[in-house]
């Protein structure tokens, strides 16, 4: 599988409660179990009107099948090529 980032556009985004997020949290995992092919949803970011999302799955289409039959907005999805931090460079991911 390879490894999207998925930027979605959501006015308010920062001001989610906590019980919003995990709403969200349970349509999401929910609608992975559902798509009947490998996909991963790793972890999301939430920062000021956006939410980041690190998925794994197979194509780019599956990312946004996931988000269509979420309800999720995918304002844009892009394939994750490199990691890197303060260390340098990181194995290929998927980890």
Known sequence: MKTFLIER?????SELSYDELLGITRKSND???????PYEWRHSY???DKIYC????EDEEV???HARKGGFPAN????????FD???P???LPV
């Open 9 to 13: 556009e959501v006015p308010g985004a």
């Open 90 to 92: 990181r194995e290929a």
């Open 46 to 48: 939430v920062a000021g």
């Open 63 to 65: 990312v946004r099948e």
């Open 54 to 57: 690190v998925h794994d799955a």
């Open 86 to 88: 303060r260390n340098g």
């Open 31 to 37: 609608t992975v179990a559902a798509l009947d092919r």
């Open 76 to 83: 844009s999805v892009n394939e994750i090529t490199a990691v």
